[in-house]
C-alpha cells in the first residue's frame, strides 16, 4: 500500500494550495456529484473551494519494488490535472481522466501502470490540480504496488459486424462511466456518441438503427473499456427493440403524453403540421437516461393523440450536438428547397458545437431530412445562442427568427428576419423591456392571437422556456412589449413548450416537455398534453389562458354524471363508486360559503381554497380567481401526474407526480359550507397507445 487516504491528513504527504483541503474527503464535498468507486472512508479529492482551487499532494519518496502501480482515479480531463509518477526528477507516468463535459460521473476507476523499467528506483508520486473551471478537480485513492497486472483498461476496443438487421442494440447501465462509441462504415465515422456502456448486466438496452448500412460492414469503437468488459460481445443486432413486449404498458409509462420508446427526452422541437400529419421532434438521448448526445427524436400525430414515432431525424455532427428548434412550411418555395411543386418542411436548429450556430434542414415527404449544405445559416454572436423558432410574418411578407442570446450579461431574443430562409439579418434585439437580466431565457416561442376571439384586436406574445411571456405589438422588425414578465403555467415540471406552426384551423397549439421522472424504466420524462392557448381580456389586459385541445375526447371511454346539485360537509362522495387509472374530470360549481373544495385523485390532494382564491395541487399553490363567483375545474390524471385547469384556463397547473398503481379512488368534498354545483363529469379515459 502507498496511500490509502484513510488518516484524518495526508501525512507522510505533503500538500500544496487548497485544493486538497487539510485532509481527506469521506467521499463528495459540497457542491460536487455524487463520488464513488473509491475504497474505505476517505480519498484524496481537490474539489475542497469548487473547481477553481489549485494544488498537489506529493508522496514520501518510496522504493519501487514491484511490477505494477494500480490506483483508483477519477475527475476532470486536462493536461493540468493528474496523477505523476517522478523517477530521477522526470516525469516518468501520468494518468488523466476523462470528464470534460457538463454531465459526466464522479465514478473513480482502477488504473495501473507498468513499472517493471524502474525496479529498486526510488521515486515520488504526485497528484496535481492546476486546473480551474468546469472539470478543475480529480479524486485518487488506494494507490499500491502489486506483481499481479491488475485488469485494466483498453482503448478504441473494437467490434466489427455485419449490419443484418434494423437495430444494434447497447447495453446501457444509467449513471456509469461515459465511453465514446463510434460507428465507422467504410472506414468513414458515421456516429458518435457518449453512452453509459454497461461492462456486465445493463440496466436497458438502446438501439441504433443501422438500416441504412444493410449489408455493410460496420465497425463499432469503444475509447476505452475494462479489459474484462461484456460490452463489445453483449451488443447485438434485431430487427425490433429488445425487452419490448410491454411497450408503452410500462408500469410508468403515460397512457396519453408522448415519451420516447427508449431513452431521454426534453423539449419539443420543429412542430409543424404538414401533409395531414402533425409533427413532434423532440430532443432525445437515445442512449441514455438521462440528458446527453442530443438527437431530433421524430414523431407524428393525425390528431395530436396519437403518436407513432418514426426514429432520430437530425443526429450529433461536425457542428456539434442537435439542440433545440422549430419548423415551417414554406409554402411559396421561397427557400427553392421544394421539389416538384411540393413546398418543403424547413427545420431549425442549433449545432451546439464551437461555435454553437444556426441551421436548417429539408424534406419534402416528412421522413427523410437532408441537412442543407449552405449550414450554418446564422453565424455565433455570442456562445451559447440557440434554439430559433422561426415564423412566417404575413403583412411584411417575410420570415421571422427568434434566437435567444445572451447579450452583454442579459437574456435576451434576438430577432431576424429572412426572404429565403437562408440568409438572414439582425432586425432587432429584445429583452422584453423588463429591468435587469431579461426573463427571455432559452426557448422563445412568438405568435400572435385574437383577443377574445376578435380578429380585429390581434396580439403578439412573445413566451419563455418557463413560459412567462410578454404581450404587446411587432410590425415585422420590432417587438414593443405591453406588458411583460407575466406569469405563464402555475405548476411543476413544465418547460421548454413549443407552439405548432401551420394548424390548418388557424388554433395556436402548444406542447411542454413535461419533467415527469420515470425511474426503473428504459426511458424518462415525456411531454404534456397539447394544450390550446388563447388570449383572454382581463382587468389587466389580455392574458394567456391554457386549456386541453378538443381532439383528446377521443379517450373518453365512460362518462359518469353523477346527480349532484351540491356538495355538503360530511356527503357521502358521489364519485367513490368510480375505479380508474386514467381521468378527465370536469367541474363547474359556486362555493356560496364552503371554504374549500377538495378532490383527492387516487391519492393527490387537489384543493380549491375559496378565500384566497387559489388551488393547491399536492401542496403546490397556484393563484386561481373565481369568475363571475364560479370556478371551473379540469383535471386530467395519468400515471406520471396531473394537469389541473382552472379559471377558465387563466390556471394551469401540470404536476409531475408517478401515481401510486394501488390507489384507483376517486372523492370530492366541500368544508365549511355548502358549495353548488352546476356541472359534474368524469370521463374514464384508455391509453393512447391501445391497438397499436
Ligand atoms: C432547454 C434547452 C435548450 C437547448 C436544449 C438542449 O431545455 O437547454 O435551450 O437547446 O435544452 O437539449
Redesign the pocket.
Same mark, same amino acid.
Given at each position: 500500500m502507498i496511500a490509502d487516504f484513510e488518516q484524518d491528513n495526508y501525512a507522510p504527504w505533503t500538500a500544496a494550495g487548497e485544493a486538497f483541503g487539510p485532509g481527506p474527503a469521506h467521499g463528495s464535498l459540497p457542491g460536487q456529484m455524487h463520488v464513488d468507486g473509491f475504497r474505505g472512508k476517505g480519498l484524496a479529492n481537490s474539489f475542497v473551494k469548487g473547481d477553481d482551487s489549485t494544488g498537489s499532494l506529493t508522496s514520501p519518496e518510496i522504493r519501487i519494488e514491484r511490477k505494477f502501480i494500480a490506483f483508483l482515479i477519477g475527475g476532470g480531463k486536462s493536461d493540468k490535472l493528474g496523477l505523476q509518477l517522478i523517477v530521477d526528477g522526470k516525469i516518468v507516468r501520468r494518468a488523466t481522466v476523462p470528464n470534460d463535459n457538463p454531465g459526466g460521473s464522479e465514478s473513480l476507476a482502477l488504473e495501473s501502470w507498468d513499472v517493471i523499467e524502474f525496479a529498486g528506483k526510488m521515486a515520488t508520486l504526485r497528484i496535481v490540480d492546476e486546473a480551474k473551471g468546469s472539470w478543475g478537480h480529480i479524486n485518487v485513492d488506494h494507490i499500491t504496488q502489486t506483481d499481479t497486472k491488475p485488469k485494466g483498461f483498453v482503448t478504441d476496443a473494437e467490434r466489427q459486424l455485419t449490419a443484418t438487421a434494423r437495430y444494434i442494440h447497447f447495453p446501457i447501465k444509467n449513471g456509469g462511466a461515459k465511453r465514446i462509441v463510434t460507428l465507422l462504415v467504410d472506414g468513414q465515422q458515421v456516429v458518435r456518441n457518449d453512452i453509459e456502456l454497461a461492462d456486465a448486466a445493463p440496466d436497458w438496452w438502446a438501439p441504433l438503427d443501422v438500416s441504412t448500412w444493410r449489408g455493410k460492414t460496420l465497425t463499432l469503437r469503444v475509447d476505452k473499456l475494462h479489459e474484462d468488459s461484456d460490452a463489445p460481445k453483449s451488443i447485438e443486432q434485431s430487427d425490433t427493440l429488445k425487452d419490448a413486449e410491454n411497450l408503452y404498458r410500462e408500469s410508468l409509462r403515460g397512457q396519453f403524453h408522448f415519451s420516447p420508446q427508449r431513452g431521454w427526452n426534453? +423539449?419539443p422541437n420543429g412542430c409543424v403540421f404538414y401533409n395531414g400529419e402533425y409533427h413532434l421532434f423532440f430532443?432525445h438521448n437515445p442512449y441514455g437516461w438521462s440528458?446527453g448526445n442530443?438527437h431530433w427524436g421524430h414523431a407524428v400525430s393525425r390528431d395530436l393523440v396519437h403518436w407513432e414515432e418514426l426514429g432520430d431525424k437530425l443526429l450529433p455532427d461536425d457542428l456539434g450536438p442537435m439542440?433545440?428548434g422549430s419548423a415551417v412550411v414554406d409554402w411559396k418555395n421561397t427557400s427553392g428547397l421544394g421539389v416538384d411543386s411540393k413546398p418543403p418542411l424547413v427545420l431549425f436548429y442549433?449545432a451546439a458545437g464551437d461555435p454553437t450556430v444556426q441551421c436548417m434542414a429539408y424534406s419534402t415527404d416528412g421522413r427523410t431530412f437532408t441537412k442543407y449544405s449552405g449550414n450554418p445559416i446564422v453565424q455565433q454572436i455570442t456562445g451559447g445562442n440557440? +434554439?430559433p423558432k422561426v415564423i412566417w410574418h404575413e403583412p411584411s411578407q417575410q420570415w421571422v427568427m427568434t434566437l435567444y442570446v445572451e447579450w452583454h450579461q442579459r437574456h435576451t431574443i434576438h430577432f431576424f428576419t429572412s426572404k429565403n430562409l437562408r440568409e438572414w439579418k439582425l432586425a432587432s434585439i429584445s429583452n422584453g423591456d423588463a429591468p435587469g437580466s431579461g426573463f427571455l431565457f432559452?426557448?422563445p416561442d412568438f405568435f400572435e392571437l385574437p383577443v377574445d376571439g376578435d380578429a380585429a384586436r390581434k396580439k403578439w406574445v412573445l413566451l419563455a /422556456?418557463n413560459s412567462s411571456y410578454a404581450v404587446g405589438s411587432f410590425d415585422g422588425n420590432h417587438f414593443l412589449p405591453d406588458a411583460t414578465r407575466l406569469p405563464g403555467h402555475r405548476g411543476k415540471g413544465f418547460? /421548454?413548450a413549443q407552439s405548432f406552426s401551420d394548424v390548418p384551423d388557424g388554433r395556436r397549439i402548444l406542447i411542454g416537455w413535461w419533467q415527469t421522472e420515470t425511474r426503473g424504466m428504459p426511458f424518462n420524462q415525456s411531454m404534456t398534453i397539447p394544450l390550446e392557448l388563447k388570449l383572454v381580456q382581463t382587468d389587466d389586459g389580455p392574458r394567456i389562458t391554457f386549456s386541453p385541445v378538443q381532439e383528446l375526447e377521443v379517450l373518453r371511454t365512460r362518462t359518469h354524471r353523477p346527480a349532484v346539485k351540491s356538495l355538503k360537509p360530511g356527503d357521502k362522495t358521489p364519485l367513490d363508486t368510480i375505479n380508474a387509472e386514467l381521468l378527465e374530470i370536469r367541474l363547474e360549481f359556486e362555493p356560496g360559503n364552503a371554504d374549500q373544495l377538495v378532490f383527492n385523485i387516487r391519492g393527490i390532494a387537489a384543493a380549491y381554497d375559496v378565500a384566497k382564491q387559489e388551488l393547491n395541487v399536492a401542496g403546490h399553490l397556484a393563484p386561481a380567481p373565481l369568475l363571475n363567483g364560479k370556478q371551473n375545474l379540469i383535471i386530467y390524471c395519468d400515471r406520471t401526474g396531473l394537469e389541473v385547469f382552472a379559471s377558465d384556463g387563466l390556471c394551469y397547473t401540470p404536476m409531475p407526480q408517478n401515481m401510486n398503481p394501488e390507489n384507483n379512488r376517486l372523492s370530492i368534498e366541500a368544508r365549511g359550507g355548502d358549495i353548488k354545483v352546476n356541472s359534474l363529469e368524469v370521463h374514464e379515459l384508455r391509453s393512447a397507445w391501445r391497438g397499436r
Open positions: 426534453n +423539449d430532443q440528458w442530443m439542440f433545440s442549433t440557440r +434554439d432559452e426557448c /422556456a418547460y /421548454a
